[in-house]
Protein backbone atom coordinates (compact mmCIF):
# COMPACT_ATOMS: atom_id res chain seq x y z
CA UNK A 1 0.00 0.00 0.00
CA UNK A 2 1.16 3.16 -0.62
CA UNK A 3 0.34 6.93 -0.52
CA UNK A 4 -3.27 7.47 -1.02
CA UNK A 5 -5.92 10.55 -1.85
CA UNK A 6 -9.10 10.33 -2.08
CA UNK A 7 -11.47 12.69 -3.12
CA UNK A 8 -14.88 13.96 -4.46
CA UNK A 9 -15.23 15.38 -8.09
CA UNK A 10 -17.93 17.63 -9.06
CA UNK A 11 -20.56 16.59 -11.76
CA UNK A 12 -19.48 18.59 -14.72
CA UNK A 13 -21.77 21.08 -16.01
CA UNK A 14 -24.86 19.91 -17.78
CA UNK A 15 -23.80 16.12 -17.60
CA UNK A 16 -24.72 13.17 -15.28
CA UNK A 17 -23.11 11.98 -12.75
CA UNK A 18 -22.80 8.54 -14.68
CA UNK A 19 -21.39 10.93 -18.11
CA UNK A 20 -18.95 12.79 -15.89
CA UNK A 21 -17.67 8.88 -14.46
CA UNK A 22 -17.12 8.30 -18.32
CA UNK A 23 -15.46 11.78 -19.00
CA UNK A 24 -13.07 10.60 -16.15
CA UNK A 25 -12.27 6.79 -18.02
CA UNK A 26 -11.80 8.82 -21.26
CA UNK A 27 -8.82 10.79 -19.84
CA UNK A 28 -7.40 8.23 -17.98
CA UNK A 29 -7.58 6.44 -21.03
CA UNK A 30 -6.41 8.91 -23.24
CA UNK A 31 -3.10 8.96 -20.49
CA UNK A 32 -2.11 5.19 -21.21
CA UNK A 33 -4.04 3.81 -18.11
CA UNK A 34 -4.88 0.07 -18.32
CA UNK A 35 -8.34 -0.77 -16.61
CA UNK A 36 -7.91 -3.19 -14.24
CA UNK A 37 -11.12 -4.33 -12.97
CA UNK A 38 -13.43 -2.96 -10.04
CA UNK A 39 -13.59 -1.67 -6.45
CA UNK A 40 -15.66 -0.75 -3.95
CA UNK A 41 -15.66 0.82 -0.44
CA UNK A 42 -18.69 0.87 1.96
CA UNK A 43 -19.74 2.27 4.87
CA UNK A 44 -22.50 1.42 7.48
CA UNK A 45 -22.97 3.87 10.13
CA UNK A 46 -23.98 2.89 13.63
CA UNK A 47 -24.85 4.38 17.15
CA UNK A 48 -21.15 5.05 18.17
CA UNK A 49 -19.44 3.03 15.35
CA UNK A 50 -18.39 3.19 11.13
CA UNK A 51 -18.21 -0.33 10.02
CA UNK A 52 -16.57 -0.32 6.51
CA UNK A 53 -15.36 -2.54 3.64
CA UNK A 54 -12.46 -2.08 1.21
CA UNK A 55 -12.57 -4.73 -1.78
CA UNK A 56 -8.56 -4.23 -1.59
CA UNK A 57 -8.96 -5.81 1.54
CA UNK A 58 -11.68 -8.66 1.24
CA UNK A 59 -10.68 -10.65 4.45
CA UNK A 60 -10.96 -7.79 6.58
CA UNK A 61 -13.47 -5.57 8.00
CA UNK A 62 -12.54 -2.05 9.60
CA UNK A 63 -14.62 -0.12 12.47
CA UNK A 64 -13.75 3.16 13.25
CA UNK A 65 -15.44 5.21 16.32
CA UNK A 66 -16.41 8.46 16.05
CA UNK A 67 -13.44 10.70 17.24
CA UNK A 68 -11.96 8.08 18.38
CA UNK A 69 -9.60 4.52 18.06
CA UNK A 70 -10.14 2.04 14.80
CA UNK A 71 -10.13 -1.62 14.72
CA UNK A 72 -8.97 -4.07 11.57
CA UNK A 73 -11.25 -7.54 12.03
CA UNK A 74 -11.39 -10.07 10.05
CA UNK A 75 -14.89 -10.25 7.82
CA UNK A 76 -16.99 -12.22 10.34
CA UNK A 77 -17.14 -8.93 12.20
CA UNK A 78 -20.41 -8.45 10.96
CA UNK A 79 -21.54 -11.04 12.41
CA UNK A 80 -20.26 -9.76 15.90
CA UNK A 81 -22.47 -6.44 15.35
CA UNK A 82 -25.39 -8.13 14.46
CA UNK A 83 -24.90 -10.06 17.83
CA UNK A 84 -24.53 -6.67 19.90
CA UNK A 85 -27.34 -4.29 17.44
CA UNK A 86 -28.72 -3.52 21.08
CA UNK A 87 -25.69 -1.84 21.63
CA UNK A 88 -24.60 -1.03 17.86
CA UNK A 89 -27.91 -0.27 15.73
CA UNK A 90 -27.92 0.18 12.16
CA UNK A 91 -29.29 3.74 11.08
CA UNK A 92 -31.23 2.41 8.57
CA UNK A 93 -30.83 3.69 4.90
CA UNK A 94 -27.55 4.92 5.80
CA UNK A 95 -25.40 2.48 3.99
CA UNK A 96 -22.87 4.77 1.73
CA UNK A 97 -20.93 3.11 -0.69
CA UNK A 98 -18.49 3.53 -3.77
CA UNK A 99 -18.13 1.27 -6.47
CA UNK A 100 -16.79 2.17 -9.94
CA UNK A 101 -13.33 1.15 -11.74
CA UNK A 102 -10.01 0.55 -10.89
CA UNK A 103 -7.00 1.71 -13.05
CA UNK A 104 -3.51 1.36 -13.04
CA UNK A 105 -0.86 3.49 -14.73
CA UNK A 106 2.97 2.96 -14.22
CA UNK A 107 3.30 3.39 -10.77
CA UNK A 108 -0.73 5.02 -9.68
CA UNK A 109 -3.51 3.31 -9.12
CA UNK A 110 -6.96 4.97 -10.15
CA UNK A 111 -10.51 4.20 -8.81
CA UNK A 112 -12.97 6.52 -9.86
CA UNK A 113 -16.28 5.47 -8.25
CA UNK A 114 -20.12 6.43 -7.95
CA UNK A 115 -21.47 7.19 -4.84
CA UNK A 116 -24.36 6.13 -4.08
CA UNK A 117 -26.73 6.00 -0.54
CA UNK A 118 -30.54 4.07 -0.68
CA UNK A 119 -29.98 3.72 -4.72
CA UNK A 120 -29.30 6.88 -5.47
CA UNK A 121 -26.28 8.69 -6.60
CA UNK A 122 -24.74 11.19 -4.79
CA UNK A 123 -21.70 12.09 -6.27
CA UNK A 124 -17.83 10.57 -7.33
CA UNK A 125 -15.08 9.80 -5.77
CA UNK A 126 -11.70 9.30 -6.87
CA UNK A 127 -9.01 7.46 -4.81
CA UNK A 128 -5.11 7.84 -6.47
CA UNK A 129 -2.25 5.40 -4.84
CA UNK A 130 1.14 6.07 -5.66
CA UNK A 131 2.01 2.30 -4.53
CA UNK A 132 6.33 3.48 -5.00
CA UNK A 133 6.15 5.09 -2.18
CA UNK A 134 4.43 5.10 1.96
CA UNK A 135 5.70 8.91 3.08
CA UNK A 136 3.29 11.45 2.08
CA UNK A 137 6.07 14.27 2.14
CA UNK A 138 8.51 12.20 -0.58
CA UNK A 139 5.47 12.30 -2.83
CA UNK A 140 2.70 14.56 -2.75
CA UNK A 141 3.57 16.74 -5.32
CA UNK A 142 4.54 14.21 -7.85
CA UNK A 143 0.66 12.88 -6.92
CA UNK A 144 -1.09 16.56 -7.54
CA UNK A 145 0.60 17.23 -11.08
CA UNK A 146 -0.41 13.67 -11.94
CA UNK A 147 -3.96 14.22 -10.61
CA UNK A 148 -4.03 17.79 -12.34
CA UNK A 149 -3.44 15.76 -15.76
CA UNK A 150 -7.11 13.96 -15.46
CA UNK A 151 -8.67 16.28 -12.59
CA UNK A 152 -7.81 19.36 -13.93
CA UNK A 153 -8.63 22.06 -11.24
CA UNK A 154 -10.60 19.56 -8.83
CA UNK A 155 -7.04 18.68 -7.71
CA UNK A 156 -7.96 18.76 -3.66
CA UNK A 157 -5.43 20.14 -1.23
CA UNK A 158 -3.05 17.68 1.33
CA UNK A 159 -5.74 15.04 2.71
CA UNK A 160 -6.10 16.39 6.69
CA UNK A 161 -5.30 12.82 7.78
CA UNK A 162 -1.83 13.26 6.72
CA UNK A 163 -1.17 16.86 8.15
CA UNK A 164 -3.03 16.14 11.33
CA UNK A 165 -0.48 13.40 12.06
CA UNK A 166 1.74 14.37 15.12
CA UNK A 167 4.89 13.30 13.11
CA UNK A 168 3.62 15.22 10.27
CA UNK A 169 4.23 14.65 6.96
CA UNK A 170 6.96 12.51 7.23
CA UNK A 171 5.34 9.32 8.50
CA UNK A 172 4.78 5.81 6.45
CA UNK A 173 0.97 5.47 5.15
CA UNK A 174 -1.51 2.56 6.29
CA UNK A 175 -4.49 1.35 5.51
CA UNK A 176 -6.50 3.48 7.95
CA UNK A 177 -5.39 6.88 6.18
CA UNK A 178 -7.15 5.55 3.24
CA UNK A 179 -10.30 4.27 4.96
CA UNK A 180 -10.76 8.17 6.82
CA UNK A 181 -10.73 9.70 4.11
CA UNK A 182 -13.29 7.81 2.44
CA UNK A 183 -15.23 8.07 5.61
CA UNK A 184 -14.94 11.97 5.69
CA UNK A 185 -16.22 12.06 1.89
CA UNK A 186 -19.25 9.60 2.88
CA UNK A 187 -20.20 12.12 5.44
CA UNK A 188 -20.32 14.94 3.77
CA UNK A 189 -22.21 12.79 0.83
CA UNK A 190 -24.83 12.01 3.11
CA UNK A 191 -25.50 15.99 4.24
CA UNK A 192 -26.12 16.92 0.47
CA UNK A 193 -29.08 17.13 -1.27
CA UNK A 194 -30.06 14.66 -3.90
CA UNK A 195 -28.90 14.87 -7.28
CA UNK A 196 -31.31 15.60 -10.38
CA UNK A 197 -31.65 12.04 -12.31
CA UNK A 198 -29.14 9.83 -9.65
CA UNK A 199 -31.18 6.74 -9.46
CA UNK A 200 -28.84 4.00 -9.38
CA UNK A 201 -29.64 1.44 -12.42
Known amino acids: MGVTC ?5 VAE ?5 QTVEQLHKKLEQLGAMKQGSFFVDCQPSKLLYVMHNSETPLSCLALFEGGPFLTADANFDVLMVKLKSHFQNAKGHKV ?7 RYCD ?4 VGTVTMSSSA ?6 VEYCACVVPGDCWNLMKEFMQSFLGSSVPELPAVFSSKPEGLFV ?5 DTMSQ ?3 LFSKVRKQQVLPGSSVR
Open 122 to 127: RGISVE
Open 182 to 184: YLE
Open 97 to 103: ESRGARY
Open 6 to 10: VCQVP
Open 14 to 18: GKSVQ
Open 172 to 176: PTDCM
Open 108 to 111: FLVK
